[in-house]
């Protein structure tokens, strides 16, 4: 099954398009991915067009994608099950560590 989905955050219209098998993982990957969380829990901001899709790697090469609040920073990651799929994480506000 083929299947795509569109999102807007902040001024930027995401289009996510997935060909995948079995049918049930392509709607839940589209369903994932065209709701990205949009009302910040450190904030309480639920302006769309003050959040942004980011992207980092680690020292490892993991990758991570995330939902950015412009407003305080928070992000709401994307996570993976291990059993294959998507999540979004609630928002958490990055604190550095004490040394």
């Known amino acids: 099954m083929k299947a795509s989905v569109e999102t807007k955050l ?5 289009r996510f398009e997935v060909d995948g098998k079995p049918d ?7 369903s994932v991915l065209g709701n990205p969380p949009t009302s ?6 639920e302006k769309v067009e003050k ?4 992207s980092n790697k680690d020292k490892d090469a993991n990758t991570y994608v995330n939902v ?3 407003e305080c920073g928070a992000k709401a990651k994307l996570g993976l099950y291990r059993s294959g ?3 979004w994480h ?3 506000a990055y604190v550095k560590k004490e040394v």
């Open 90 to 92: 609630r928002f958490e």
């Open 51 to 54: 959040f942004k899709l980011t």
């Open 24 to 30: 049930m993982e392509t709607l839940h990957q589209i």
């Open 85 to 87: 799929g998507y999540f």
């Open 40 to 45: 910040c829990d450190n904030c309480k901001n």
């Open 10 to 14: 902040g001024n930027v219209v995401y």
């Open 68 to 70: 950015e609040c412009v």
